[in-house]
Each structure stands twice: as C-alpha cells, then as structure tokens.
C-alpha cells in the first residue's frame, strides 16, 4: 500500500517553454502534497505545500508564478515549471499524505529528472 | 528554522558488516522518519518513529526524543543497502512540513 506515482520520470525541454509534472497517490487518498527539489549530491528541500481544493502554500524563496502547483482532487497534484531555464535543471519529487496533521507518514514519488537546454 | 545534522556524511562498508548511523536535531519534534534513496532516486520509508523502537528485518530504529536523536542499525550489510540514507523531521507546533537531514551516503562492497 500507499505507492505514490509521477509522470513523466525523464523529461528534456528547451530553454522558455513550460514542463508540467503529475504526481498521484494511487491506493490512498491524499489530503496534503507536497513538492521537493533536489540538487545532485545534496538534501531534499521543500518548495510547497498542496491541500486539495486550495491555493498552495510556498517556502519562502520559491517562485509561486514560475512554479504553480495544483492539486485537483485527492489523488492528484501537478507542478508546472513555467518560461523553464536551464538552472531548473533538477530533480523534483513529490509526496503524499492521508492526513494534514503532523503525525502522518509521508509517502514518495519515484521523482521526474528535468534537464532544460 | 530546525537542524537536521546526520553523522556520518560517508561510509563505506563490506558485505555483512553492521553500521549505525545518527541523525541529530535541534527542536522537539513530533514527527520523524528514516528514508532510503536508492541509486535511481527513489525515496523508501523504512520508520516513522517520532520515538521509540522498531525493528523490519536487518534495519531497526530507536529515537529518544528529549535527547533530540535517532539511531539507524543496519545489521548484515548487503549491496543493496547502498545509497543514501535521510532521517526527516516535523518541528513541533508546525505544519506537517518535512525537513530532511543531510544524509549519509552508504556504500557497500563485496
């Protein structure tokens, strides 16, 4: 159980058009998601809080307008890297939770590698 | 905002061999899990545990939570242990946000 999807794994995109990753908990429901960002041999960092039905919550020094996120239902939220640049150039991965309160695990996304030319 | 220090940041292992690592932090937290993140990237739980013990198969885990730590065993080291170990945590009187360590890269050999 709790197994956590996203699409696509890979993706290679040209510098100033948009990408848009989906990532679905597939065997629970997910009241809370939330992105990360992962730079190659460092730590996860956390970009944004995701609760179904509402405006995402951002960490401060992420950009909402470049990155939006949307989380449409209780299985599905989608992170969207808008006018991409080479250095959004990352790893992004999700997860998600069945509750919003702190005592919840959080399930992982198996990540989408973006290189941007 | 919350510290998360792991120790070691690398170690290097041969087959069968048993390994602890730490994972320090510097606010009460009502929340933590250990994670391993495979050669590909994916992040697998392996505890939540806020406090206390568990033990799944060749891994077990303790956290003593007014002392701020937590402890990973890994017992009979196989290649497939290898990768990179994160412990993360919830501060206490927050949301549900996660703040990960920074990770001991593991390597184990034949």
């Known amino acids: 159980g709790a197994v956590v999807s996203q699409h696509p794994s890979w993706v290679i995109c040209k510098s100033g058009t948009s990408v848009k990753i989906e990532c679905r908990s597939l065997?629970?429901?997910?009241?809370?998601m939330f992105w990360y960002r992962q730079f190659p041999k460092q730590s996860l960092m956390l970009m944004a809080t995701?609760?179904?039905?509402?405006?995402?919550?951002?960490e401060q020094g992420v950009e909402k307008d470049k990155f939006l996120i949307n989380h449409a239902s209780l299985t599905l939220s989608t992170l969207t890297v808008t006018s991409a640049h080479p250095e959004d150039s990352s790893f992004y991965i999700c997860?998600?939770?069945?509750?919003?309160?702190?005592?919840?695990?959080?399930?992982f996304g198996p990540g989408t590698r973006l290189t941007v030319t | 905002g919350i510290q998360v220090e792991q120790s070691p940041p690398d170690l290097i292992l041969q087959e069968g061999a048993n390994s602890t690592l730490r994972c320090n932090f510097s606010d009460s937290v009502n929340n933590l899990q250990w994670f391993h993140q495979n050669p590909w990237g994916q992040l697998i739980n392996l505890f939540y545990?806020?406090?206390g013990t568990k033990q799944n198969g060749r891994l077990s885990a303790t956290t003593v939570a007014t002392e701020r730590y937590s402890l990973l065993y890994i017992s009979s080291s196989q290649t497939t242990d290898s990768g990179v170990y994160f412990c993360a945590v919830v501060r206490s009187g927050t949301a549900s946000k996660l703040t990960f360590g920074t990770g001991t890269r593991l390597q184990v050999t034949l």
């Open positions: 995701s609760n179904e039905g509402s405006k995402a919550t951002y």
């Open positions: 545990i806020p406090s």
């Open positions: 065997d629970f429901q997910a009241t809370t």
């Open positions: 997860s998600a939770s069945p509750g919003t309160g702190s005592s919840y695990e959080q399930y």
